[in-house]
């Protein structure tokens, strides 16, 4: 008989979730599947291939892209990977501390918090990872990656912008009390940031102050970056700029998101 | 097994835990009986290593939870008052991952839910989904979750309440069986007949405080008369009518319904009330409960 043990670090006790999220994940996949593999298929062909035809695909215009196809994909690559957390760390998250309470029963076992939400949060991480690896994947026949590098930076480029949403949501709907919050957080939080951060038009032909606020979004770090790496015009000081900037926020979350799920948890 | 001496919890200006005092062997079934409130629950809490203890000292297996919460967790069970199992998961897998979360491998997690479900009578329902269960099931079901890593203390936050007198029966019956086996159980509960039926010794709170402590049996002889007598006149004259039978009993309680007259013989105090020229509409006659304990020690009922 084995008996049963504390875990001997955060990332062995979050790994003692992996089949519990495993399991969770093979009665789940039917619907995300389906969704993260015709959604940028759509959003590609619509936006990148249609609406693309009436706009001249001029460089100097479209931040170096020859199409306007080539300028979005990046675009909505990134803006994926951001939508793909919000749903992930809102209501589900709030479904597990408070209507399942699912959480309750992991830490009345000898995992604590910073467990739990690390092993969440992989689970997302996994979520993002997917979903915009067949987002690249569905993306290349139409030739929008200057190189295949460019391609698979571009795509560990997501895991840091999808870890930089992910733990201050996170945080966020750790502390709430009802899930009342989430509309605005999508309406003026996720489809702002979706719209304006220069994943459809280069962030240059707003108006300077907007432009930048633009630049202080997160998604813009994001989809710049990604941008810079599908077209291979990066610019070194500028990606790292982006890379500090989205880790500095991942890692701000994170420990906002013990905190406050600690304090949630404790009573 | 457990020890608290001067143990309090507060939430902000609220003291729902005042300084107990308690000492739980090895083996023994350990019950907190108490009203809504009385502060069991933020016990139990404690005790679990999940919430921070405000003051006083407390221990479990000689461990601080302060500092060793994992490691008390690992060798605790926990079946908390609210269901926390994962509805969207089957009635296996429901232990299979809990089982992980143990540390222990999964050949060995798969053996023990065989066991555990066969245990709760639960081996028919092992591919249902949790949703589907019936209220009793699921507490069978959290109880043989709470089991799953072989627990050397078994904690029951109001184990049956909720469920039907059929299921309680059931649950009853199984936490029975854990007793037999040695397991040292500590449960809550506001039913008397569950602390009399589970445990051999017990406290009564009220308000945060431990207000008697004792065996089923001596907290009884101790705070109660052998029997009592139950009369039920109309409605409003219990009040008036308490005073003309004040000197039949050792003491009279007035609720809302009836009068208790507690007494040594409660037939011999039944025909003196009649003699009296008094006719209750009812009559009962029963021996002493911890629910009459519970009411002289408060002075409140402990279900109102």
Known sequence: ?267 | MIFASGLRKSFGSFEAVRGIDVDVRRGEAFGFLGPNGAGKSSTMRMVAAVSPVTGGTLRILGLDPATDGPEIRARIGVCPQEDTLDNELTVSDNLFVYGRYFGLPRKEVRERVEELLEFVQLTEKARSMVEDLSGGMKRRLTIARSLINRPEVLLLDEPTTGLDPQARHVVWDRLFRLKQQGVTIVLTTHYMDEAEQLSDRLVVMDKGVIVAEGSPLTLIAEHSTREVAELRFGVGEHEALAEKVQDLADRVEVLPDRLLLYTADGEETVTKVHERGLQPAATLVRRSTLEDVFLRLTGRTLVD
């Not at chain 1, 930048?212 to 979004?217: G, I, L, P």
């Open chain 1, 1 to 267: 008989m084995t008996d049963s043990t504390a875990p001997t670090s955060t990332v062995a006790g979050a790994g003692r979730l992996l089949d519990y999220w495993t399991i969770v994940y093979k009665r789940t996949w039917k619907g995300s599947a389906i969704s993260s593999f015709v959604n940028p298929l759509l959003y590609v062909l619509a936006m990148g291939v249609l609406l693309g035809d009436y706009i001249a695909g001029d460089p100097d215009q479209l931040d170096g892209a020859t199409s306007y196809l080539a300028f979005i994909a990046p675009g909505l690559l990134a803006a994926q990977a951001m939508q793909t957390v919000f749903g992930e760390v809102t209501y589900p998250v709030m479904g597990m501390i408070k209507w399942q309470r699912t959480y309750f029963g992991m830490t009345a076992s000898p995992l604590s918090v910073r467990e739990v939400i690390l092993g969440h949060l992989g689970f997302v991480m996994f979520r993002v990872a997917l979903t915009c690896g067949v987002f690249v994947v569905v993306m290349a026949p139409f030739g929008v990656f200057a190189t295949v590098w460019g391609a698979v930076l571009a795509f560990l480029a997501q895991l840091l912008v999808g870890l930089a949403f992910a733990t201050p949501i996170y945080a966020f709907t750790a502390g709430l009390k009802d899930e009342s919050a989430f509309a605005l957080v999508f309406r003026l939080g996720m489809i702002p940031l979706f719209l304006f951060s220069g994943a459809f038009f280069p962030i240059q032909n707003v108006d300077p102050w907007l432009e930048a606020v633009a630049r202080v979004t997160p998604l813009w770090h994001g989809v710049d970056l990604t941008r810079m790496l599908t077209l291979d015009t990066v610019d070194a000081g500028t990606a790292l700029v982006h890379v500090v900037y989205l880790a500095v926020l991942a890692a701000l979350g994170w420990v906002w998101a013990v905190r406050r799920l600690t304090k949630r948890m404790s009573f």
